[in-house]
């Protein structure tokens, strides 16, 4: 079952993300662009529907949103024409490989609810690649550990409806001390730090 549910979810993952996931995520947006001042160059890595990425461009000078996945920047793509932001630049782009992007390019990185989904080698990778391409870096992502509460019961099970590697990688984010070890490995300092969503989500602005 939990393979079949995988198997949909990657199959639907734009669909799914612009109609159920990003309605949720809306304060955690609202959260993540309150912390960047206003006029500023941003990329928003792993941006999927690019919900967060309209959310920054309200005060921002410029975003560019980066995805992987096609299907994503597609979605992403069609909400801009519909919205008529013109602010906002899409493109499909590895997060290991950021080359095509010039060093201190961006006043600020953004990446949210994504470093969890990768290994641990993979998301000390992407850091890597943001702490060169810009000045600061916020992340946001699940608490380390997560709350005692219903909401944590209500992430565990959402992340296991992922399945497979997703899920692993997950598992081995809580146990590897979440964004806080992350930031002890790559020497960055946080300078600004809130928590969201009754405990669960953890934003971190750091340099």
């Not at 993300?17 to 304060?27: A, H």
């Not at 001390?177 to 730090?193: C, M, S």
Request: glycine letters at 6%.
């Amino acid at each position: 079952m939990q393979k079949e549910w995988a198997w949909i979810l990657k199959m639907t993952e734009g669909t799914i993300y612009k109609f159920i996931i990003d309605p949720m995520l809306s304060g955690l947006r609202t959260a993540t662009a309150g912390m960047i001042p206003d006029q500023l160059h941003i990329i928003d890595i792993a941006c999927g529907t690019g919900a967060l990425a309209f959310e920054l461009s309200k005060n921002a000078a410029h975003v560019t949103a980066i995805d992987a996945s096609e299907s994503m920047i597609i979605t992403a793509n069609q909400a801009k024409n519909k919205l008529g932001v013109q602010n906002v630049t899409f493109r499909v782009a590895n997060a290991t490989d950021l080359s095509p992007f010039n060093t201190n390019e961006f006043d600020v990185a953004t990446i949210s609810l994504a470093i969890h989904q990768f290994d641990t080698q993979t998301g000390l990778q992407i850091l890597e690649e943001l702490k060169r391409i810009a000045r600061e870096i916020l992340i946001v992502d699940y608490a380390s550990p997560l709350p005692a509460n219903y909401y944590r019961h209500l992430t565990l099970f959402i992340e296991w409806l992922a399945g497979g590697d997703h899920f692993r990688n997950f598992k081995t984010y809580q146990e590897f001390g979440g964004i806080d070890t992350y930031l002890e490995q790559l020497e960055l300092n946080a300078i600004n730090k809130s928590i969201k969503g009754k405990g669960i989500f953890s934003l971190v602005l750091c340099k």
